[in-house]
């Protein structure tokens, strides 16, 4: 028999690419997205990769009521929770709306599970968590302090993590996993899905492909002081398709195994890497010249940050196996299909 999963945000970046992993692992998938950072074409896109078109659903998860009648139209056994807002520029401008929106949201969910016997959530969090991590913290591992957040944004992820925490601590009968993103970044192999940043992007990689294919002038470098060894920041840069097999596995664990009422994740490739070896990787990778210039730091930037990946490793079973190359050279096809198709 198979399962249903609801997947919240199921239409944005990383919940398309988890949705059709979940399809392709044989769940049943319900999508609800409110479409404030996406396309319901997205749905076109999933059913175009695995052949089966999830239920969608145009919808709000602060919308208490119009969830309450989605989970009492299908036999939802998990819920994966994408659905928010995240850039970080934005809740420091904004941060009344990221707090109403990213933990309504999940209070709402929390508060139907029981009602429906829903027993398992993952979690969308973030290593924002950790902030800068001290040196001897890194690579980072889930025990690592959680530092003050330095955006609402941030805020957001550890109050929801806390959310959670105190919500099982009380007693509901339900499981939970957070899984700890570091930087996702590529696009589908097929190219019919993939990031699709609202205007001028923030992220780093939909930045490079935009200044590759000329969209952009050029690729401003965000300092080159950094205590690193090419001076500019250093993050943990894991394909998205490899972050989308570790939901699989992390839904198979909180569904059907005896575990841990909670579980904490980090979900990256273990691996450092500098803004500038991402230009110098993307260049070999794709055979095309960037034109870029080291700028002034950018507020908010932590140095460096990776992850310590043993325990998803270990305990999940699962590992990012893609190469940087790889997961670069799928973020550019991706650019060249939007052209394609006249998108950007
Ligand atoms: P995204 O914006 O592409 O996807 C989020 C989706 O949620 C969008 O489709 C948006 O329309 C939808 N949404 C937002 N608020 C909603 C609401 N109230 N009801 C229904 N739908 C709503 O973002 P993403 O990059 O796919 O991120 C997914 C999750 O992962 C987010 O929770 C984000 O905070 C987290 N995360 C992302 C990154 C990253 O770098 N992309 C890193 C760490 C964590
Ligand atoms: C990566 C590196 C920049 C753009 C953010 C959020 C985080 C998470 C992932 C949601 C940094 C440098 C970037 C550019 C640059 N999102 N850069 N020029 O800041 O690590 O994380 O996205 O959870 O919460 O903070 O990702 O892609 O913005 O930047 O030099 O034009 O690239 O300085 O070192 P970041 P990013």
């Not at 009492?72 to 994966?80: D, E, L, T």
């Not at 929106?101 to 973030?126: A, C, R, T, W, Y």
């Not at 999940?316 to 299909?337: M, P, V």
Request: hydrophobic share 40%; proline share 6%; with cysteine.
């Amino acid at each position: 028999m198979k399962q249903t999963i609801l997947v919240t945000g199921g239409t944005g970046f990383i919940g398309s690419h988890t949705t059709v992993e979940l399809i392709n692992a044989g769940y049943d998938v319900v999508i609800v997205d409110n479409l404030s950072n996406s396309n319901a074409n997205v749905i076109d896109g999933i059913e175009q990769i695995t052949g089966v078109r999830p239920v969608f659903y145009h919808a709000d998860c602060c919308d208490l009521d119009a969830m309450d009648k989605i989970f009492s139209a299908h036999p939802i056994k998990g819920i994966i929770h994408f659905a928010a807002s995240k850039a970080v520029g934005e809740s420091v401008q904004k941060p009344l709306l990221y707090y109403k929106n990213n933990i309504v949201s999940l209070v709402n969910l929390l508060e139907l599970m029981p009602k429906h016997d829903v027993k398992g959530i993952i979690f969308s969090s973030s290593c924002t968590v950790y902030g800068q991590p001290d040196p001897e913290n890194l690579p980072v591992t889930e025990s690592a302090p959680i530092k003050p957040a330095e955006s609402p944004y941030g805020n957001t992820k550890q109050i929801n993590e806390e959310i959670i925490r105190d919500d099982i601590n009380s007693g509901a009968p339900i499981k939970a996993i957070l899984l700890r993103y570091f930087n996702p970044i590529g696009s589908h192999p097929t190219a019919i899905i993939g990031e699709l940043p609202n205007g001028v992007p923030m992220n780093l990689i939909p930045f490079v492909t935009q200044t590759a294919i000329g969209i952009r002038e050029q690729l401003k470098v965000f300092g080159n002081d950094y205590d690193t060894p090419d001076g500019t920041c250093i993050r943990d840069y894991i394909y998205v398709v490899d972050l989308a097999k570790a939901h699989v596995k992390a839904m198979q664990r909180v569904l059907d195994m005896d575990t841990p009422q909670l579980e904490v994740f980090n979900v990256g490739t273990g691996r450092g890497v500098s803004t500038k070896e991402i230009i110098d990787a993307f260049e070999k990778a794709t055979g095309v010249k960037l034109n870029w210039a080291y700028a002034p730091r950018r507020a908010g930037d932590i140095e460096k940050v990776w992850a310590n990946p043993d325990k998803a490793n270990n305990v999940l079973g699962w590992t990012a196996d893609t190469s940087l190359e790889d997961t670069l050279k799928s973020a550019w096809n991706w650019q060249l299909k939007l052209r394609e198709r006249g998108i950007q």
